[in-house]
């Protein structure tokens, strides 16, 4: 339905009583498989050695950050990255060992209208393709919608990271479009590709990722029943 001002100029819709959105607290969210807790420099050893296991170094490829030829220079900068309020930094705990995982962040974040990033998705071998990667994302996402009311939910990365690209469709994000030459990076271009999720789609995306992340939908093996991406269809 289009709307239209006084003047018969086309405008966006309303938003009754808009006011703004509290910023999102640096603190933790609890889930089953893992928690999602803020960065800290006690984390730096365990993650520095999960990400060791990616003998690819494929990992750092798309990152702004990375990759890091010592524990001591990736302490370095997770005490820069701890200091930081926007992006705001949290590590992924693996719940049954306690061991850091994983790391991700809120950034670019806008209260007043309701927006929010999700990015830094740095996931280690141990975290990539499983239960818990998945309920990571899906305690960020709740954190914003839920909690908080946010409007609007976004995941960018570069035009030409198919992995990425591919999660955020798994977990519910909806293609927006491409910014040619949006940044440089290492030196190179990157033609950024724009992904969100919207308030009035949430509460399917939460009801999918419920379902699938109920331990009923694995097998003794740990195999899904259901995959996440039939669960998302409308």
């Known amino acids: ?20 959105c509290a910023p999102i607290p640096h603190t933790p969210m609890q889930g089953r498989t893992c928690h999602v807790v803020p960065l800290d420099p ?8 999960a990400f060791s296991a990616d003998m690819t170094g494929a990992l750092w ?6 990759p890091f030829a010592t524990g001591a220079d990736y302490a370095a900068w997770v005490s820069d990255a701890c200091r930081s309020k926007d992006p705001l930094f949290f590590t992924v705990i693996n719940q ?7 790391v991700a962040s809120y950034l670019r974040m806008q209260p007043a209208n309701g927006v929010a990033e999700v990015g830094y998705i ?6 990539q393709r499983t239960p818990m990667a998945t309920e990571a994302m899906y305690l960020m996402m709740k954190r914003v919608f839920d909690e908080l009311g946010y409007r609007r939910y976004e995941w960018k990365c570069d035009a ?20 040619k030459q949006a940044l440089v990076y290492k030196g190179r271009n990157r033609d950024t590709a724009w992904f969100s999720i919207l308030d009035k789609d949430w509460p399917r995306l939460r009801t999918a990722f419920e379902t699938w992340l109920d331990p009923e939908n694995f097998d003794a093996s740990g195999h899904q029943k259901q995959r996440l991406s039939s669960l998302m269809k409308p």
């Open 61 to 66: 490829t798309y990152m702004p950050t990375g």
């Open 160 to 179: 030409l990271n198919a992995p990425s690209r591919r999660a955020a469709e798994r977990l519910g994000f909806s293609y927006d479009g491409l910014f």
């Open 96 to 102: 049954s060992t306690e061991d850091p995982v994983g």
């Open 122 to 127: 740095t996931f280690s071998p141990a975290l």
């Open 1 to 20: 339905m289009t709307h239209f001002n006084d003047h018969g100029q086309p405008v966006g819709a309303p938003v009754p009583n808009w006011t703004s």
């Open 42 to 49: 006690s984390h730096a050893a365990g993650l520095h050695a």
